[in-house]
């Protein structure tokens, strides 16, 4: 998958040139973070890292990708409508996984007390890598959904204008035209506008629920200010505020200060040090309002790692979306080998072939936010160690995808200017709202590509190890 600027890599002065330009347009653009030391403040911020040139991705792979959105989005809202399914999917789990396990309590308490939600926003990222055969043909297979907090969709929009000026400081101001129009905070901001619309309050606001840590708030900020230009207040609160000043009024309607709710959107809680225990009473309050929740919590419980490994297998798909053969196709020809690790026979063997080959695979825990999957030896000693203990049901494992590496400087901040052997991973957002049964929207919402040295297995932009890239379709 060989850019068209393989030329230019060789070029050090023209790539040190190049790179001063970028930092400049990244912080002129907007791509910005707090700093580690400042990670609440905004006097001081930096640029968020990104690569100097866009990497190639195969056009017929980023158009799949796109057209199975759809499918995703409808797929992650029948599993979260099927109470019978996740309780059987999650059922040795939520035994060995306490954060699971409080999480589908939750749910469960919600449902036996009676839905007050009637209006139902997702908002997910499916990712994926291109996973290189022998013969050299590159397939897209899906490495997870996330369906809780996907974040960069608005610094991912600013990068754009960034990789064009870069490549016409290089002399490649074709190339520059030809990379797509990309903004999928104004799709996640149409979506949360949406829901606001449909909850049927005009005073209510839109509440974003926030980390304590917030370096990644201008990537935040972007879908508020989309937001505010529709004339639709946004407030910005914690786990601790709900669990100080939240209450439900009449009709389980939310109040945060007085202010009716419509709209909660987490960007939040979605990893067990996001909770103590006032955090988990201010979860079960939200969940118990009427407010759409952007994920509900069964949403949320669709995309932990051991609904995505049952989907694999056979038969699942057509149970959850009966009558969409063609959907269920196209999202089968994404999956990667997935395999459970359930006490058993078949738990057994697929241990026991981990440990003797662990190369071949990724050890990934339920969880979100990148640098939790453990590779190679780290896989087979954490593998020999609970082999024969229930705690390995908290685990999936998945076929190790093999990308082509490709050469690439990656920009951070106070970091020497060197080139290095890359990977990518393309994450598409998308956006579904049901009312009671209907669905009301079905979208992609744009795209997001991410890239990162070939020595880090695993980890994210926010995590610090891969960086905001731009698809140029090849």
């Known amino acids: 998958m060989a850019a068209p600027w393989e030329d230019v890599l060789r070029d050090t002065s023209a790539i040190r040139e190049a790179a001063a330009v970028a930092v400049d347009a990244a912080l002129l653009e907007g791509v910005l973070m707090r700093t580690e030391g400042e990670p609440n403040a905004s006097d001081v911020v930096n640029f968020a890292p990104f690569t100097l040139l866009p990497s190639a991705v195969p056009r017929a792979l980023f158009e799949q990708a796109y057209a199975v959105q759809q499918d995703f989005n409808l797929l992650v809202d029948a599993i979260s409508q099927n109470k019978e399914f996740l309780e059987r999917t999650l059922a040795s789990t939520i035994k060995v996984d306490d ?98 619309e449909l909850y049927g309050s005009p005073s209510a606001v839109v509440m974003f629920l926030v980390e304590e840590v917030q370096r990644n708030i201008f990537d935040q900020r972007c879908v508020e200010n989309e937001l505010w230009n529709r004339n639709i207040r946004v407030v910005r609160r914690r786990f601790r505020d709900v669990f100080e000043k939240g209450s439900l009024g009449e009709g389980r309607r939310l109040y945060m200060d007085g202010q009716e709710v419509a709209v909660v959107y987490y960007r939040e809680g979605y990893v067990p040090k996001n909770y103590n225990q006032q955090n988990w009473e201010a979860r079960l309050l939200l969940e118990r309002s009427r407010a759409v929740k952007c994920p509900d919590i069964a949403t949320q419980l669709a995309g932990t790692k051991k609904v995505q490994q049952e989907l694999s297998r056979p038969g699942t798909l057509e149970i959850l979306l009966p009558g969409h053969a063609e959907a269920v196709a196209r999202l089968r020809a994404t999956f990667a080998g997935l395999y459970s690790l359930d006490m058993g026979a078949e738990g057994d063997q697929i241990a026991a072939t981990a440990i003797a080959d662990p190369d071949r695979f990724v050890l990934k825990p339920q969880r979100e936010g990148g640098g939790n999957n453990l590779y190679g030896e780290e896989l087979r000693q954490v593998l020999e160690k609970i082999r024969d203990s229930p705690e390995r049901t908290s685990y999936i494992l998945m076929d190790k995808i093999k990308p082509q590496p490709a050469l690439n400087y990656l920009l951070r901040a106070h970091s020497p200017l060197r080139v290095s052997e890359c990977i990518s991973e393309l994450g598409i957002f998308g956006v579904y709202i049901r009312q009671g049964k209907e669905m009301v929207m079905n979208r992609a919402a744009g795209h997001l590509l991410r890239t990162k040295a070939i020595e880090h297995a695993d980890g994210g932009v926010a995590a610090g190890v891969a960086v905001l890239d731009t698809p140029y379709l090849v």
């Open 99 to 196: 954060f699971t396990a409080r999480l589908f309590k939750i749910h469960m308490q919600v449902l036996e007390e009676g839905l007050a939600q009637s209006v139902f926003l997702g908002i997910n990222r499916s990712d994926y890598m291109f996973d290189c055969g022998v013969d050299g043909t590159a397939a897209l297979k899906q490495i997870e959904i996330n369906t809780i907090a996907a974040s960069f969709g608005g610094l991912t929009a600013r990068t754009l204008p960034v990789h064009q000026r870069v490549l016409k400081v290089l002399g490649k101001s074709k190339e520059a035209s030809q990379l797509l129009p990309n903004n999928p905070s104004k799709g996640l901001a149409l979506g949360i506008a949406k829901a606001w």
